[in-house]
Each structure stands twice: as structure tokens, then as C-alpha cells.
């Protein structure tokens, strides 16, 4: 056994954390020891230790900490949740999946209209009263001069790491959007609110350069038949200009306009006396060309596209 000073601190969120300092004024944090209060602290302590880790403290003669009792609780709440489990059934252990699907269907009437209050309904706001019960991060915005960094770190192929909390005018903050999340997903909770957010639509895809012969063959199929165009929008309408286009080699591409290899872009260039864009498609291994579209010609000779179109891409 050996002298000690229990440390006794109170955290933002309201619980109480122990640590133990010893006689060499070395901290020892011991994570599991529940208090209610801060009454031990700065008391003297006797503590056994084990290979390091603390597996006893006495107070005054009497056990008032003992990793065997702590670990002996850990089991025993763990049997009982597995008790109370039916045997028959297997419950996920995502933070998320506590909600259980209804049995049967509640119908609803149509919903009101939006734009007006309704005399006969009820109004309001919603009053919350918050308290993070687990711990909570939120990634903090960019000042310029971070923003500036950022680019630099990237283009050097380096990963730039931000950790603090959100934080906007030096002041920590949870956004709106965050707390609008919650609350809607609390306020479908509690009003029998419906899933809405699916579809059975497959989506496109594409798979034509892995080992898969038959999607390879397939794209090679009909990507001779391939034309190029231009995407224009008109009010709320969106058309297709077809036009020309070439491969390029990658050397005239304007590569110190683009600021990852990576990534998706396109520029307005003049190439062969014609206006277009060159279009970088993406990284790939041994890729040496990207694509010249040409600026259309005419512009009146537009294809709609569908609304499905739209939506799907």
C-alpha cells in the first residue's frame, strides 16, 4: 500500500471524476471510481496498486474503491439486460435503431396548407431545453487564413485537420441545422411521423474497368455510339446542345489551374482556333488524354431533357 491525494474535479456536463496523485506527484486517472460529490477531495488515501493500474484506494480504514467490485457490476448489468432480452428476438445495439416500426398503419388526414395560420389548429414555436448527455463535436468553419492553408496543405498532397469545435465569432456554438435535424427527427417521433425519404429506383451506375468481362464488353459497346453536347438551363427547363468533340493530350491541358488531380473540372479554352472546354475528368493510372468539347454552333437546336432525366442525374 502506498500514500495518495484523491483529486476530485467536476465536469460542464455536472459528473464528478477522481484522480489519484501520488506521493511523486504523479496523476493517476481513475475513470470507473463513481462519485456525487466533491466531499473526498484533497484527502489522504492508502491505494494498492498491480503492475501500475490502481485495484484499491482505503479512506479512514474502510474500501471505498475496489476494480474487482467495479468489474463484478459491469458483469452483473450486463446479465441483466441479457435477461430481460427475449430469447427470441435480437436486438441492434445502434445508437439509432431504438424506434420500432408501427404494426399497423395510423391513417392521416390531408396535410393543411403551409402558407397561412390556421384558426382552428394550434400555433407556436418549440421551446427545447438542451444538455449534451454524450460527448458532442461539431468541425469549426474556416477564417480565410485557414482556408488559405487548406488549398496549400492539399495541393501538396498533405491532409489539413481542423479540430476545433465550431466556434463562429470565437463563440462556441451548435448551427441551426444540427438542432433542426434533431428536432424533426424528435417531432416524428412522437406524431407517428412517416419515413419519406426512399425510392425503388435503381440508380445509374457505371463498373467497366474492373474484372468484370461482360460490363466491359457492354461499355465498349456503346461508347462508340457516344455524342457530346452542352448542358444549358432556361427558367426551370434544362436542354442539351449537341456539339463536337476530340481527345487531347494531357500536356495542354491547364494544369496549373487545376488544384487536384483528382478532381472533376472543366475550362473554357481555345484549341484549334475553336472555342470549347477541356474537360479533366479524374485521376486515373496511366491516363494520358482528357476531352476538347467544342462550343456549340447554334444554340437553338436544343433537346429538352425529361424531368425524370433531371432527377435522376
Do not use: C
Request: no cysteine; proline share 6%; hydrophobic share 30%.
Amino acid at each position: 500500500m502506498e500514500k495518495a491525494r484523491l483529486e476530485i474535479t467536476k465536469t460542464k456536463r455536472g459528473e464528478f471524476v477522481a484522480n489519484l496523485i501520488l506521493e511523486n506527484n504523479k496523476k493517476i486517472p481513475i475513470p470507473d471510481f463513481k462519485l456525487k460529490d466533491v466531499s473526498l477531495n484533497g484527502k489522504e488515501v492508502l491505494v494498492e496498486r498491480q503492475k501500475g493500474p490502481v485495484v484499491k484506494i482505503i479512506y479512514e480504514g474502510k474500501e471505498i474503491y475496489s476494480k474487482h467490485t467495479q468489474e463484478q457490476n459491469k458483469t452483473w448489468q450486463q446479465s441483466q439486460r441479457q435477461a430481460h432480452q427475449p430469447a427470441n428476438e435480437i436486438y441492434s445495439m445502434a445508437p439509432y435503431n431504438f424506434v420500432p416500426l408501427n404494426d399497423k398503419v395510423v391513417s392521416a388526414e390531408t396535410p393543411p396548407d403551409f402558407d397561412r395560420y390556421h384558426e382552428d389548429r394550434y400555433t407556436g414555436y418549440i421551446d427545447l431545453e438542451i444538455k449534451a448527455r454524450t460527448p458532442l463535436y461539431i468541425r469549426d468553419t474556416l477564417t480565410e487564413e485557414e482556408y488559405k492553408e487548406k488549398i496549400k496543405r492539399e495541393e501538396a498532397r498533405e491532409t489539413y485537420v481542423n479540430p476545433n469545435f465550431f466556434s463562429p465569432g470565437g463563440l462556441i456554438r451548435i448551427p441551426g441545422s444540427s438542432l433542426r435535424g434533431m428536432i424533426r427527427t424528435m417531432v416524428e417521433m412522437v406524431s407517428y411521423g412517416k419515413f419519406g425519404f426512399f425510392d425503388d429506383r435503381r440508380l445509374y451506375y457505371r463498373s467497366f474497368a474492373d474484372k468484370s468481362k461482360n460490363f466491359r464488353k457492354e461499355y465498349q459497346t456503346h461508347i462508340k455510339d457516344s455524342k457530346a453536347g452542352v448542358l444549358i438551363k432556361e427558367g426551370l427547363k434544362y436542354y442539351r446542345i449537341p456539339t463536337r468533340y476530340e481527345k487531347v493530350k494531357k500536356n495542354i491541358t491547364p494544369n496549373l489551374l487545376r488544384r487536384r488531380p483528382e478532381e472533376f473540372d472543366f475550362y473554357p479554352v481555345r484549341y484549334k482556333n475553336k472555342d470549347g472546354y477541356i474537360v479533366v475528368s479524374g485521376f486515373m493510372n496511366n491516363k494520358n488524354v482528357d476531352w476538347f468539347i467544342e462550343k456549340p454552333d447554334n444554340y437553338s437546336n436544343k433537346i429538352p431533357l425529361s424531368d425524370n432525366d433531371v432527377k435522376d442525374y
